[in-house]
């Protein structure tokens, strides 16, 4: 739950404090703040800002949640549930700068990882069946609206009436 400003800032506290230890030959607690050192760096590639993200996005502060999953350098080093969350985000934040092509991607790579709940799940693949919909791609929206259908018994009432308002849009525009 650290920035990277945050993290490099403790991170380097932390090398100080190790710096001290060895002077004064404490070996034991020098390993300690080694460990602490690894952890952070650990967290660094593993788990990224994604929480703060997070944090962000279910605030609404979309160039807050932008701007810190954007600290994040290589995505596809983070933890395979991590991941799931920062295409998901991403695809929210897109969603709202009305990129649709960049929201699709996001929320396509979402679908393929681990996500906190079915409804979850669900929803990503809705919104690609929606961004679908509204770009005349009927067949692709059809197919993530069967993938979706899938985990019906799993999701809430409100998604279960989202899915129904993009299929009902979706046979508008298919008869």
């Given at each position: 739950?650290?920035?990277?400003?945050?993290?490099?800032?403790?991170?380097?506290?932390?090398?100080?404090?190790?710096?001290?230890?060895?002077?004064?030959?404490?070996?034991?607690?020098?390993?300690?703040?080694?460990?602490?050192?690894?952890?952070?760096?650990?967290?660094?590639?593993?788990?990224?800002?994604?929480?703060?993200?997070?944090?962000?996005?279910?605030?609404?502060?979309?160039?807050?949640?932008?701007?810190?999953?954007?600290?994040?350098?290589?995505?596809?080093?983070?933890?395979?549930?991590?991941?799931?969350?920062?295409?998901?985000?991403?695809?929210?934040?897109?969603?709202?700068?009305?990129?649709?092509?960049?929201?699709?991607?996001?929320?396509?790579?979402?679908?393929?990882?681990?996500?906190?709940?079915?409804?979850?799940?669900?929803?990503?693949?809705?919104?690609?069946?929606?961004?679908n919909v509204r770009n005349?791609?009927?067949?692709?929206?059809?197919?993530?609206?069967?993938?979706?259908?899938?985990?019906?018994?799993?999701?809430?009432?409100?998604?279960?009436?989202?899915?129904?308002?993009?299929?009902?849009?979706?046979?508008?525009?298919?008869?």
């Amino acid at each position: 739950m650290f920035t990277n400003k945050a993290r490099i800032l403790v991170t380097g506290l932390f090398v100080i404090l190790l710096a001290i230890i060895l002077k004064l030959k404490v070996y034991e607690l020098a390993a300690v703040a080694v460990l602490f050192i690894a952890l952070l760096i650990w967290g660094y590639f593993k788990q990224g800002t994604i929480v703060l993200a997070a944090k962000a996005f279910h605030q609404k502060d979309y160039t807050k949640a932008e701007s810190l999953l954007k600290q994040i350098a290589r995505p596809d080093w983070l933890s395979k549930k991590r991941r799931g969350f920062y295409e998901f985000i991403y695809g929210g934040v897109c969603l709202q700068k009305q990129e649709y092509k960049e929201a699709e991607l996001h929320y396509e790579l979402a679908a393929q990882y681990p996500l906190r709940s079915a409804n979850d799940h669900v929803a990503a693949l809705v919104h690609v069946a929606n961004i679908n919909v509204r770009n005349g791609n009927y067949d692709k929206a059809q197919a993530y609206l069967q993938l979706a259908e899938k985990h019906k018994e799993h999701i809430t009432a409100k998604m279960k009436d989202v899915i129904l308002k993009v299929e009902q849009e979706l046979k508008k525009h298919t008869k």
